[in-house]
């Protein structure tokens, strides 16, 4: 219909340009030298309509294809920005999922800890504060410096330390220059949680291992640990798909996860370019 519509504005156009200039003719064409006005007989009105015909749509078509072109731009522009939006709230979802996880793993250690009456319930307690001020406060941006993310995870190992007691065989290695590397808040931990929700954290022989290798734009984490077969989750954890989906959003192509479900030992490795 468009088309349709442009070709009967040209056909129009170019019939009433020939009426004027046939009105007109020896006011608007040019004179030869000899004073004369070309012959009125010349103007033909199939080959004028045609002329006037070919010179609009020439104009019209280099017009449309400038508008079409800035309207393709403007539509990429809109889908990328809404793109965009849909990404960032599908983070702050997956985000939003962390912190009542986490919160509901650490209550219930608390928990068993005021259970037993422990003396180190309040030092659970006040580990418990430190670790939300971070979360709340911290975590807002999209990245963070590596530095806080790794004494964040720390404070959470500690917090599992007072929970076992004497008992609990944990290691964390970190090796390499933390300095000014930064990234995604709260991505470590949900493979440090799954350790200590389904594995052995009081056995000498097969302790949790964590090892973080840090250079300067690249991270790997080294996870091991014994699964305890009788501390399964009946609901199923929301943690590691919550993870992977994150690093699909936050590192496309720029990490490597791969984790080794075994019938006695659970081992994740992550490396991640910063």
């Known amino acids: 219909?468009?088309?349709?519509?442009?070709?009967?504005?040209?056909?129009?156009?170019?019939?009433?340009?020939?009426?004027?200039?046939?009105?007109?003719?020896?006011?608007?064409?040019?004179?030869?030298?000899?004073?004369?006005?070309?012959?009125?007989?010349?103007?033909?009105?199939?080959?004028?309509?045609?002329?006037?015909?070919?010179?609009?749509?020439?104009?019209?078509?280099?017009?449309?294809?400038?508008?079409?072109?800035e309207d393709w731009f403007s539509n990429e522009r809109v889908q990328r920005n809404l793109e965009n939006e849909r990404l960032t709230a599908e983070l702050a979802f997956l985000k939003s999922q962390i912190n009542p996880h986490f919160l509901f793993n650490s209550l219930n250690s608390i928990y068993s800890l005021?259970?037993?009456?422990?003396d180190t319930t309040p030092d659970a307690i006040l580990k418990l504060s430190e670790i939300m001020r971070y979360m709340?406060?911290?975590?807002?941006?999209?990245?963070?410096?590596?530095?806080?993310?790794?004494?964040?995870?720390?404070?959470?190992?500690?917090?599992?330390?007072?929970?076992?007691?004497?008992?609990?065989?944990?290691?964390?290695?970190?090796?390499?220059?933390?300095?000014?590397?930064?990234?995604?808040?709260l991505l470590l931990i949900p493979f440090i949680e799954n350790a200590f929700k389904h594995g052995v954290a009081n056995d000498p022989a097969h302790p949790i291992k964590m090892i973080i290798n840090v250079a300067e734009k690249h991270l790997s984490f080294y996870m091991e640990n014994k699964k305890h077969l009788m501390n399964r989750d009946a609901i199923g954890g929301i943690?590691?798909?919550?993870?992977?989906?994150?690093?699909?959003?936050?590192y496309p192509g720029n990490y490597q996860l791969e984790i080794h479900d075994d019938a006695d030992t659970y081992t994740c490795e992550l490396s991640l370019i910063l």
């Open 1 to 69: 219909m468009f088309f349709l519509n442009v070709l009967i504005c040209l056909l129009v156009v170019g019939v009433i340009k020939y009426a004027i200039t046939a009105q007109f003719w020896d006011l608007l064409h040019p004179r030869f030298k000899a004073n004369k006005p070309m012959p009125k007989e010349q103007l033909m009105f199939f080959s004028y309509i045609f002329r006037s015909f070919f010179t609009s749509a020439i104009f019209i078509l280099f017009s449309l294809v400038l508008r079409f072109t």
């Open 114 to 118: 005021a259970y037993q009456k422990s």
């Open 136 to 185: 709340l406060y911290d975590c807002n941006d999209s990245k963070v410096d590596l530095a806080k993310e790794i004494t964040y995870l720390q404070n959470y190992i500690d917090l599992q330390k007072i929970r076992f007691g004497k008992n609990a065989y944990i290691e964390l290695d970190v090796n390499g220059q933390v300095l000014t590397q930064r990234i995604a808040p």
């Open 239 to 250: 943690g590691l798909s919550n993870v992977r989906r994150r690093l699909d959003l936050l």
